[in-house]
């Protein structure tokens, strides 16, 4: 059974920095898809980033704030998260997608509360 544990979450002034980490725990492969979405009060979850092979995917109001990461030996996936505005507040929430022959699995985390606020 696979597990993500995320931690890094908090409260951050306007222009602050945070890295949320994700550690799964199992077997992932390189070809697994590791990332993140957020979801902010009242709205859909979104796409933050994902990573796989070491090619990144990015929503685009991210890409060149934030940063993904992964170490593939401690199956953790990294978001350092830079110049941090009040409308990336949200939980933020780790992903992962297994490819297992012709089945795919999705798992969740439980999701860190990113507030930014002064």
């Known amino acids: 059974q696979v597990q993500l544990v995320e931690s890094g979450g908090g409260l951050v002034q306007p222009g602050g920095s945070l890295r949320l980490s994700c550690a799964a725990s199992?077997?992932?492969?390189?070809?697994?898809?590791m990332g993140w979405y957020r979801q902010a009060p009242g709205k859909e979850r979104e796409l933050v980033a994902t990573i796989t092979w070491g090619s990144t995917n990015w929503a685009d109001s991210e890409k060149g704030r934030f940063t993904i990461s992964r170490d593939n030996v401690k199956n953790t996936v990294y978001l350092q998260m830079n110049s941090l505005k009040p409308e990336d507040t949200a939980v933020y929430y780790c992903y992962l997608k297994l490819f297992r022959g012709v089945r795919i699995y999705d798992y969740w985390g439980q999701g860190t509360q990113v507030t930014v606020s002064s």
């Open positions: 199992g077997s992932i492969f390189t070809g697994d898809v």
